[in-house]
């Protein structure tokens, strides 16, 4: 059973840094496509970031481009989001969400709620205080 594994949220003033982190373990193919929902009480789950693994090829919602940088460990099948220059609104519950698919289709399915990826973790909560 595929499972993925969240780390590194938190709490932290406007304008500091945070890492999250994801590692894919359990599964019987390995994925190559991964990446970052957030989530705030009241409003859809938003793609934040995306990675597909053959050519590394990003995703980045308006939002956070320029600021957040997805990055990949190939060989832990691990995925990191870097958050830097945070503000209030990137507030929220984020969770990894993980397939095994082309490029289009990853990188397509990280911009909406994401409801067509497979494996997903169990959430961390980022918390920016202004």
């Known amino acids: 059973q595929a499972q993925l594994t969240e780390s590194g949220g938190g709490s932290v003033q406007a304008g500091g840094s945070l890492r999250l982190s994801c590692a894919a373990t359990?599964?019987?193919?390995?994925?190559?496509?991964m990446g970052w929902f957030r989530q705030v009480p009241g409003k859809k789950r938003e793609g934040v970031a995306a990675?597909?693994?053959?050519?590394?090829?990003?995703y980045y919602a308006d939002s956070v481009k320029g600021r957040f940088t997805i990055s990949l460990y190939k060989a832990r099948d691990t995925v990191f989001l870097q958050m830097t220059t945070l503000k209030p609104e990137d507030s929220g519950e984020y969770s990894c969400?993980?397939?095994?698919?082309?490029?289009?289709?990853?990188?397509?399915?990280?911009?909406?709620?994401?409801?067509?990826?497979?494996?997903w973790g169990q959430g961390t909560q980022v918390t920016v205080s202004s």
């Open positions: 359990g599964y019987t193919y390995s994925s190559n496509c």
């Open positions: 969400a993980a397939d095994h698919a082309s490029r289009d289709w990853c990188l397509r399915a990280f911009r909406g709620e994401g409801t067509d990826l497979s494996y």
């Open positions: 990675i597909y693994f053959e050519g590394e090829d990003t």
